[in-house]
Each structure stands twice: as structure tokens, then as C-alpha cells.
């Protein structure tokens, strides 16, 4: 297993495009997270799912945030209509919940930085 | 809401110098981790801390659990060059809550 994968790398795109961002995670993990973070801030929560069902959304993602997880298995982010405001890096993370006592260890992919003009 | 209180945003040491670092927070959390960040990268897992308390060393690191779940350090002896990065601690309410991250500490080595 090579770790969470994402991709692009980097999206540099004009104001009003769309973007979907694809995030690969550890075969063996229920869990898939996004996160945002912006420069001199740490990793903001997004959204999390376990499997394929999205559990939270956070207030920060708005409307023209989705976020999908098709099958359990990759998931994909999608902002509609972007905005200058929406340039930062976005984070996947995957982990594998095991118990309610076991710990929920996230490894996070080197992240999808996007550039909007 | 909660928040992970990190400070100062910045600090530089020499080669072979130890630092600790303090997280802070007014709430009570149930896991610590400590993550390193290198420019253009995601965060990676240093240490993982379960039970109030506790020590944990991972080589030249070593992290603890605060006693009132407030709060944890991070420990690094005889730093290195390598050792410059941005340094997070995240911690936890739950097995179901959502991982909060301080806004990190950026470490510097001067050869």
C-alpha cells in the first residue's frame, strides 16, 4: 500500500470554474476525512465518511462543496463556482475505526493545493 | 469552540539544541497526537498519545499526555536539520469527534 493518495497536486483555476479533487485512501480503511488548510493555519475539518455514508459536514462547507465516497472506497470533492476564498490546500486523511475505544489514528495524503484566479 | 492554543507561531534553534513544545487548550480531550508538516506535504503522525499521563518516545521524540487532558508537550533532543518542519498537535473529545488541530509551530535549525 503506497499511503493516501491525491490528485491533482495542484489546480490552478479562474473564478466561477468548477474543481473535483480525488483522494485514494488506505485499501484496508472505513474512514475518509477532508480537510482544508490555508496558509499559517492548521488542517480544518471538513467532512468525514465512514464506508460510503457521509457522517458530518462541517459549517464550512458550503453549498458548492460536495463530497462523495461512491463505493467505500475513493472519494472526490467537488467545488462548483469557485471563489478567490477557496485557494488553499485540501487535505484527505483516511483511518480504520476499529472499536469505540480504539484509536482513530489519521494518515493524511500529501494534499491538492488549488489556486483560484 | 474548542481550540488548540500553539505558541509562539515560530522558533529557531541551534543544531544539537533540545525544544519542547507546549499545546494548550480550556477543554478536556481523550487523544493527543503530534503530526510534522514539510512545505507542499500533508501532516505526518510523529506520536499518538492515549491516557492522561502518559510518556510516549518515538527516538529523539518524546511527547506526553497532560494530567488534566488540557494540554500535552512535545519533546525533541540533539535536533537535527531534518527536524524543520511545521509541528501540530491535534487532539480528540471522542472515539466519534472530529480531530482539531492547533495552527502549528514552525521549527527552525540553524546548522
Known amino acids: 500500500d503506497t499511503g493516501v493518495s491525491q490528485n491533482p497536486r495542484h489546480k490552478i483555476t479562474k473564478r466561477g470554474q468548477n474543481v473535483t479533487f480525488r483522494c485514494d485512501p488506505i485499501s484496508e480503511h472505513n474512514r475518509l476525512y477532508w480537510y482544508r488548510q490555508t496558509l499559517g493555519q492548521g488542517p480544518e475539518f471538513l467532512t468525514y465518511f465512514q464506508n460510503e455514508a457521509q457522517l458530518e459536514k462541517s459549517r464550512l462547507l458550503s453549498d458548492r462543496f460536495s463530497a462523495e465516497r461512491p463505493k467505500g472506497s475513493f472519494s472526490t470533492l467537488e467545488i462548483q463556482r469557485t471563489e478567490q476564498g477557496d485557494s488553499a490546500m485540501y487535505l484527505c486523511?483516511?483511518?480504520?475505526?476499529?472499536?469505540?475505544?480504539?484509536?482513530?489514528?489519521?494518515?493524511f495524503g500529501a494534499g491538492s493545493r488549488l489556486t483560484v484566479l | 469552540g474548542q481550540q488548540l492554543n500553539q505558541s509562539p507561531q515560530s522558533m529557531f534553534i541551534q543544531e544539537g539544541e533540545d525544544v519542547s513544545m507546549n499545546c494548550t487548550s480550556s477543554s478536556i480531550f481523550n487523544t493527543w497526537l503530534w503530526y510534522k508538516q514539510d512545505p507542499g506535504e500533508g501532516p505526518v503522525l510523529l506520536i499518538a498519545?492515549?491516557?492522561?499521563?502518559e510518556l510516549t518516545s518515538n527516538g529523539r521524540l518524546t511527547a506526553q499526555f497532560g494530567i488534566t487532558r488540557k494540554d500535552s508537550f512535545l519533546n525533541i533532543s540533539a535536533s537535527i536539520p531534518s527536524d524543520v518542519g511545521i509541528y501540530f498537535c491535534?487532539?480528540?473529545?471522542?472515539?466519534?469527534?472530529?480531530?482539531?488541530f492547533g495552527k502549528g509551530i514552525t521549527l527552525s535549525v540553524r546548522p
Open positions: 498519545l492515549y491516557k492522561a499521563g
Open positions: 486523511a483516511s483511518s480504520y475505526k476499529r472499536n469505540r475505544a480504539g484509536a482513530n489514528v489519521l494518515t
Open positions: 491535534a487532539a480528540y473529545t471522542g472515539a466519534n469527534s472530529k480531530l482539531t
